[in-house]
Every structure is written in structure tokens, then in C-alpha cells.
């Protein structure tokens, strides 16, 4: 089956997707595209440069270690979901250089829904997490997984304001699934495996060290359909993550700020690079191709939008390209229409909360009785 520029084979050894994460120097992320592009550890090390017998050394030293981590994961209750696997997020399988694999605590997430990840500063004001909090419920109650990183600041803001609309929410970490970072964390980090699942690339007890964070961005910004920025300086992490988004063909967007602090600079020059700027839930959702009303309460009341104009040459073509019934994955409907992939996704996923098409492991498939 080829999906997202690589063939997904169904055989493939859980361990060689473990054993992929061992090739993985700090901070660099060129073993997991390679392996994304030939899908074989063999030839992972040989063009990492390891000649025939260093190679087959390599290669079992790599096995013998992703099978220890993949017996400890078991022994700490988490799950490990390798790029092959159905259960794998087709958006993040999208990106030049995914995860070969994910280790789960908790729930396993449900990467067929909507997503929307909302990052900022750790060392928020009172302000910002008020905001983090009010995005993340109104999000969650619109029915889209909030996505962040169980960061002081922001990030906890957000997960705390899903789970309190009884959403979803997802956070991924720079250490291993089963460590809490921060500590104080430790009650909100479960509360999150229950709900969505908390993700790692990284084998479990994994410290989290510093050059761990931006390979974390990427997940980010890789698993969500927009990005939206809560008062980044000019050196703030969540900058790394929305660059990363704007990299990814992701939608980026930024609450602003006032101008006189510098905890702000870095989401105004995002603005200026033109990300969006918005205030609100709807604003967010609005841009997402949703519409939602706000009662006298201020309680966000979710729906989706008619499509505009634009949104319905978007369904025309789809039409004219979709047979109902039928399945395509994402490369085949690219072809078909001439659209990027990052597009094509974006537009997909409207008309997957329209109810016109499904998603699968396969693909997407035009549902019966409902234009595109």
C-alpha cells in the first residue's frame, strides 16, 4: 500500500521501526527520513555510511536494544506504534522525516479526528494562560483534539482548559512517554494519557534533555492541522514549532500581544511572515473552514460552516475526481488534482467533518449521497 511517499508494508518488524530510533544522533532527525524513504535498516546504515561489517553490527546492536526497550515499554504499560502501522497519524506520516515510531501512554489517539495544537511560553502571564485555557476548552469543545506539549506555562493551560470541556487532548514529550516532565506535572500528564494518549519518539526512561525539544516540535506541528502561537519571545521554543508547521504546510496562527513587551516580538514576526492573527475560538475556527456562535455566557457553540465560494470549486473538483465508494490515498488525489499534499490533507479533513468522506488506513473514500 503507498501512502504519503512511502509503501506501508504490513510486515514490517516493530523492531526495525524501534531499532531505527538507535541510529538517531542528538538533534538530528536524518536517520528517521531515510528509513521513511527506504523502509529498511540495512540501507538506513548504509547510507548513514557504516561499510558491510560495521554495518551488520550496527544493525544488530540496534535490534538487541529496540527489542530491550520495546520489553521495558510493555513492563510500563505503554504502547509502541511503529510508521507502519493503521493506528500511525496519516498527518504526521505526511512530514519529510516522521517518527519510525511512536511510544504511547495511555490511551491509544484517535489521529482520524481533527487537530489543532495550541504552544507558547512556559513563563506565561496571567493573561496567556488564561488564553491557553480558553483556546484549548473552546477547541475541544468543537470536537478537535488540542495538541500541546505538557509544558509549564501555556502548554498546561491548554490541555487543562480541554479536559475541563470534556474533550481530547494529546501531549507529546522530549523524554520517554512513561517520564513526567515537569514533575509537578505528574497529575495533568495522567489525566492526558487517559484522555487523548501522551506521545514520545523516544524509548521509555528517556531523560529529557535539551536537544530533545525541537525533535518534540516537529511532532507538534507534524500531527496537528494548524498551529496556534500564546506569547512567544524572540528565542521561544514554540517558535521552533511553528517554523517547523510553516515547513510542514501547516496553518500557523498567533494570538498577539502588546507591543511594549518582548514576550511577544517572536508571535508579531510570525504575523508579519504572514501567519494569521486571531483572538478568539472562532477566529481559529473560522480559518479551519468552521463557524461557531458565542452565547451571552461566552461559552463557544460549535457547528460547521457552509462552504464559501472557494470551498465549493474545493468540493467540485473533489467531485469530479472521487467515485463514491471508492478509496484514494492522499498521492493518487494529489495527482488527481494538482494540489500538494498539505492542501489536499487540509481540505480533506473539512469535508471529513462535513460528513462527505471517511478516512481509512487506505485512504479517503467518498461517501454515498453527499457531494464533495
Not at 538506513?44 to 544493525?59: E, I, P, Q, T
Not at 487537530?115 to 513563563?123: E, I, M, P, W
Not at 500531527?223 to 504546510?249: F, H
Not at 457547528?303 to 484514494?328: K, P, W
Request: overall charge negative; glycine content about 12%.
Amino acid at each position: 500500500m503507498w501512502h504519503g511517499g512511502c509503501t506501508l508494508s504490513p510486515a514490517m518488524d516493530l523492531v526495525d521501526c524501534v531499532a531505527a530510533t538507535m541510529f538517531q544522533p542528538p538533534g538530528d532527525t536524518l536517520p528517521a527520513r531515510l528509513f521513511k524513504e527506504v523502509l529498511d535498516l540495512e540501507e538506513v546504515a548504509a547510507r548513514l555510511g557504516y561499510n558491510d561489517a560495521a554495518r551488520s553490527a550496527a544493525v544488530s546492536d540496534a535490534r538487541r536494544r529496540a527489542e530491550a526497550a520495546l520489553t521495558a515499554g510493555a513492563s510500563k504499560g505503554l504502547t509502541a506504534i511503529g510508521l507502519n502501522d493503521e493506528r500511525y497519524s496519516p498527518w504526521l506520516r505526511e512530514i519529510v522525516d516522521p517518527p519510525s515510531v511512536l511510544w504511547v501512554r495511555g490511551r491509544t489517539p484517535p489521529f482520524d479526528r481533527p487537530t489543532v495544537a495550541v504552544v507558547g511560553s512556559r513563563q506565561a502571564t496571567p493573561a496567556g494562560l488564561q488564553m491557553g485555557r480558553h483556546l484549548g476548552e473552546g477547541l475541544a469543545a468543537a470536537g478537535l483534539i488540542v495538541i500541546s506539549g505538557l509544558a509549564r506555562g501555556v502548554d498546561g493551560a491548554s490541555h487543562q482548559g480541554a479536559l475541563a470541556a470534556g474533550g481530547l487532548t494529546i501531549g507529546v514529550l522530549g523524554c520517554g512517554a512513561d517520564v513526567v516532565y515537569p514533575s509537578e506535572h505528574r497529575e495533568l500528564a495522567s489525566q492526558v494519557a487517559a484522555s487523548g494518549g501522551v506521545i514520545s519518539e523516544f524509548p521509555p526512561g528517556t531523560s529529557p534533555l535539551s536537544h530533545h525539544f525541537p525533535l518534540r516540535n516537529r511532532i507538534i506541528s507534524g500531527l496537528a492541522r494548524a498551529v496556534v502561537v500564546i506569547e512567544a519571545g524572540e528565542k521561544s521554543g514554540s517558535l521552533i514549532t511553528a517554523k517547523m508547521a510553516m515547513e510542514q504546510g501547516r496553518e500557523v496562527m498567533v494570538v498577539p500581544g502588546n507591543v511594549l513587551s518582548g514576550r511577544n516580538r517572536g508571535g508579531h514576526s510570525l504575523i508579519k511572515d504572514g501567519a494569521r492573527l486571531v483572538e478568539s475560538v472562532s477566529d481559529v475556527l473560522a480559518d479551519l473552514g468552521m463557524n461557531r456562535g458565542i452565547d451571552k455566557c461566552g461559552i463557544d457553540k460549535c457547528g460547521i460552516d457552509d462552504f464559501g465560494s472557494d470551498n465549493l470549486v474545493i468540493e467540485n473538483e473533489l467531485s469530479r475526481q472521487m467515485a463514491i465508494g471508492e478509496t484514494y490515498d492522499a498521492d493518487t488525489l494529489a495527482g488527481l488534482t494538482g494540489w500538494d499534499v498539505s492542501r489536499l490533507l487540509s481540505e480533506l479533513a473539512a469535508l471529513e467533518l462535513r460528513g462527505q468522506v471517511s478516512r481509512s488506513a487506505g485512504g479517503w473514500t467518498r461517501l454515498a449521497g453527499r457531494a464533495c
